[in-house]
């Protein structure tokens, strides 16, 4: 019997009051698997990430974790399940030190949270050498990198990566992003919401292409690469 996707979505649909954002969206992620959700800005990515994190309702449809139902568990059950969360915009805390930030994200014993942080500083050099500087102090792109690190502190089964080339520049982008073989590789899956089509069908596997809060395309990062519908979506036409 063929196990189920780690993360399954079936006809989600999610309002802002009257308004629809997500119009009947199905798609899956499986273990150990990056896949990209492409999308203008407006296309209905956030509003997703955060209805799966349980941020937003579902008006309609299932969210299945492992072929279990989660649509109607909170955030924090969510969370304690094996989802992690890094929203777009970074949110880390400005007045905590880098250290501190990640701490706060880790439950486990003294143990646990040196080897997560150890972890967190492997992942992301930059942020052993600023473990006790304020979050404020960081550089925009150390910022992603907190952000991100913080995320992975619960050591989740899959990240729900939410524009993190945002505001960067294209070195640091490709800082960031080169990272995901590394978060695979260490057992958390990534579902990554981007606007730079080319840099994250370059760590994805997969590819799904959002427009207008419904699933315009999807397929391998080749075949959507050279898709139309991707072109389409992003210039118009």
């Known amino acids: 019997m063929t196990a189920p996707p780690l993360l399954s979505v079936e006809d989600l649909v999610v309002r802002y009051g009257a308004v629809t954002a997500l119009h009947g969206v199905c798609l899956h992620v499986g273990a150990g698997e990056a896949v990209a959700l ?11 990430m955060k209805a799966l994190i349980g941020l ?5 449809g299932r969210i299945l974790l492992d072929g279990r139902p989660i649509q109607t568990l909170p955030a924090d059950r969510r969370a304690r ?11 880390v805390f400005p007045g905590l030190t880098v250290r501190e930030n990640l701490l706060v994200a880790c439950w486990g014993n003294a143990a646990l949270r040196r080897h997560r942080l150890e972890s967190a ?6 942020l052993a050498e600023f473990r006790g500087s304020l979050a404020w102090q960081l550089s925009g792109g150390q910022q992603q ?10 050591a989740p ?6 524009e993190p080339s945002l505001g960067l520049s294209p070195r640091l982008t490709d800082e960031v992003l080169d990272r995901i073989p590394t978060i695979l590789a260490g057992g958390t899956a990534v579902l990554l919401a981007e606007q730079n089509a080319t ?3 370059a760590v994805a596997g997969r590819g799904i292409l959002f427009a207008r809060g419904r ?8 075949e959507l690469a050279a898709s139309r519908d991707l072109h389409a979506a992003f210039l118009g036409g």
């Open 38 to 48: 492409l999308g203008a800005n407006g296309a209905g990515k956030s509003t997703l």
């Open 56 to 60: 937003m309702p579902a008006a309609a």
């Open 81 to 91: 399940l094996g989802i992690g969360y890094c929203p777009e915009g970074r949110r």
């Open 121 to 126: 500083y492997a992942l992301f050099p930059a």
């Open 145 to 154: 990198m907190l952000a991100i690190a913080r995320s992975l502190m619960d």
């Open 157 to 162: 089964r899959l990240l729900l990566l939410d």
């Open 199 to 201: 840099k994250a069908l």
């Open 215 to 222: 699933v315009a395309a999807a397929g391998t990062a080749a």
